[in-house]
């Protein structure tokens, strides 16, 4: 029951941010133009991506992909059996996360911080014990609002002063 704790205002947020964002892209896009002014805009990109895809669909239907729901199958039988392994053994090194994560785009860019993450909880689990580790836990968490607030500063004032500014990395 303690892990809860977060899962309500974790969806309130993801609620807010959904609608905040929707609206924030619906001025940008009609106040600014989406196709004069925004054309190296990253969102754009986003969007097209996404329905492009589903203008495929739907206009040129195509058979089942079997390779491609064979290799998801395997992914996920495998997902699950590093799920099962750390059930079993808590001291897995394996993460099932940590495969579903590792072939992403991001990965490239993240690779260091998770690195680093990992690396300082492996000395605080070693040297200072798991109650360290917890009492450092709150500490880590501000390190990832912190990233996002001022992220999100930078956002609100390259909105207000109208200039580009720092690009937050989604």
Known sequence: MKNLNLLYPIL???????VSSFFAFLYIFNTWGLVNKLTNYYGIYLAAEAFNRLDRWLTQPQSPDFL?????????????????LKKVWPFNPFHPVGYAVAGSWTMSHLWFSVFLSWLIKVFLLKFGGLKIYKTYIPFFLGLIVGEFSIGALWIFWGIISKTEVYRFFI
Do not use: D, K, M, N
């Open 12 to 18: 309130y947020a993801c609620a807010i941010g959904f």
């Open 68 to 84: 491609s729901i064979r290799h998801f199958s395997y992914g996920f039988l495998f997902v699950s059996f590093l799920f099962g």
